[in-house]
């Protein structure tokens, strides 16, 4: 199977498309996998299923490139290779060679992740080092867009900046409310009245029809610097977000699956360089909670002290490790010691500390996923953000991704 999509986006693009153009065999595909989804399989389990089955049948099947979820706009390309596909038993060692000089796509897509990873440490360091805050909040004019920006909003504090960034992508069909000139001048009088000139911007991109909006906003924010420096381009004059703010889902939000990913939130978890806030709700009155979930690993680190520039002093914060019975038990209380440390040094002791921290070690049930475990804890204490790092990578299935799915409030996700 081609680009990452869930068995829905498959199956949407499928109905948008001609089935008397694909090739007969996918037929036999397509009702395969439509007889083990009757069966109660899941999604995970059906697209291995129909990845297998169109391997044996030699078809190769993607998205349409403006595919999008949240407006169920695209189509399905499949298409039959006229060389016989390799028996399945075959080893992966014999699977056809790139040639000479050229490489393959799976270390195309390594090399992407790879250098995605340098980019995510030179970026972290300099975060750190920014004494300022800057939000960058992505608004195609939809409600869920607007509360992204509300949360920014309540994220700012003393010198930080924050910008509302749109991408034009106007077609004749676009309603008024959500052509460019529209959301740029409702963001303009939001900015206006909240914040002083030197602290707010407004960023007006407009993108080829080439280019979708979620690789456009990839490249935009990548290319960064952490500082503007000299010869900077337009381009590159911005400063690079210390947090990127979406929200969860577009503009066809109502009438979407709440359990898939928009196009653009679905991009911080793979090919952007700097934090991202995924917004499902709007903010609360009063002090923040965040909780996040660490293991003994640097990039975990990193994105506790990125959490600590964020908190405002009536906020809190919890620091949570989970072990699963005493085999690691030694090993995730000295971490807990690590983050106590911390903070005590900070000057956090006492009353003070009791209020706004907190570094638990829980003991999750054997056989259950760290995924299911951190879900069943945000789901019962219910704090404002949930915080994850994690790695960049160009597949589904992390600790992280089941998060956004599941959790109903807000994900803060960096990367290390």
């Given amino acids: 199977m081609g680009a990452a999509g869930s068995v829905s986006d498959y199956e949407t693009a499928e109905k948008n498309s001609d089935a008397s153009a694909?090739?007969?065999?996918?037929?036999?595909?397509?009702?395969?996998?439509?007889?083990?989804?009757?069966?109660?399989?899941?999604?995970?389990?059906?697209?291995?299923?129909?990845?297998?089955?169109?391997?044996?049948?030699?078809?190769?099947?993607?998205?349409?490139?403006?595919?999008?979820?949240?407006?169920?706009?695209?189509?399905?390309?499949?298409t039959a290779s006229t060389t016989p596909a390799a028996p399945?038993?075959?080893?992966?060692?014999?699977?056809a060679a790139p040639k000479p000089g050229e490489r393959s796509p799976r270390d195309l897509e390594a090399s992407k992740v790879d250098w995605l990873s340098g980019v995510v440490v030179e970026t972290n360091k300099k975060l750190l080092a920014t004494p300022t805050q800057t939000f960058v909040v992505l608004t195609d004019g939809s409600q869920a867009a607007?509360?992204?920006?509300?949360?920014?909003?309540?994220?700012?504090?003393?010198?930080d900046t924050l910008t509302v960034m749109h991408v034009k992508s106007d077609k004749d069909y676009t309603?008024?409310?959500?052509?460019?000139?529209?959301?740029?001048?409702?963001?303009?009088?939001?900015?206006?009245?909240?914040?002083?000139?030197?602290?707010?911007?407004?960023l007006l991109h407009v993108k080829d029809d080439k280019t979708t909006t979620k690789s456009?906003?990839?490249?935009?924010?990548?290319?960064?610097?952490?500082?503007?420096?000299?010869?900077?381009?337009?381009?590159?004059?911005?400063?690079?977000p210390n947090f990127l703010i979406v929200g969860f889902s577009g503009r066809k939000e109502p009438?979407?699956?709440?359990?898939?990913?928009?196009?653009?939130?679905?991009?911080?978890?793979?090919?952007?360089?700097?934090?991202?806030?995924?917004?499902?709700?709007?903010?609360?009155?009063?002090?923040?909670?965040?909780?996040?979930?660490?293991v003994d690993h640097e990039r975990c680190w990193t994105a506790y002290r990125l959490l600590l520039a964020i908190m405002k002093p009536e906020d809190k914060l919890r620091v949570v490790t989970l072990t699963e019975g005493t085999d690691n038990l030694a090993a995730a209380e000295a971490l807990k010691a690590k983050y106590l440390a911390h903070l005590h040094e900070r000057g956090y002791t006492g009353d003070a500390f009791a209020e706004h921290y907190a570094v638990d070690v829980l003991t999750k049930a054997a056989g259950v996923t760290a995924a299911k475990a951190i879900a069943d804890i945000v789901d019962d204490e219910r704090p404002e953000y949930v915080a994850l790092a994690t790695s960049p990578k160009d597949h589904i299935g992390s600790v992280a991704d089941h998060l956004i799915r599941s959790y109903k409030g807000n994900i803060i996700v960096m990367k290390g």
């Fill in 22 to 78: 694909f090739p007969p065999a996918f037929a036999e595909v397509s009702k395969a996998v439509a007889e083990k989804k009757a069966a109660g399989a899941g999604d995970a389990e059906l697209l291995a299923f129909a990845e297998a089955e169109c391997a044996s049948k030699a078809l190769t099947v993607h998205l349409d490139k403006e595919y999008s979820a949240s407006t169920g706009r695209g189509r399905l390309h499949v």
């Fill in 255 to 294: 009438t979407r699956d709440p359990t898939v990913l928009g196009q653009v939130a679905d991009l911080s978890l793979r090919t952007v360089a700097c934090p991202c806030v995924i917004v499902k709700r709007a903010p609360t009155p009063g002090p923040k909670t965040i909780t996040t979930f660490v």
């Fill in 175 to 202: 309603e008024h409310e959500f052509k460019a000139d529209t959301i740029m001048a409702r963001y303009d009088s939001e900015l206006t009245g909240f914040l002083p000139e030197k602290r707010r911007s407004s």
């Fill in 216 to 240: 456009f906003i990839s490249e935009w924010v990548n290319g960064l610097k952490a500082e503007p420096d000299e010869g900077a381009t337009p381009r590159r004059s911005h400063r690079m």
């Fill in 146 to 159: 607007h509360r992204a920006f509300e949360v920014g909003k309540t994220l700012v504090k003393d010198d």
């Fill in 88 to 95: 399945a038993a075959a080893p992966a060692a014999a699977a």
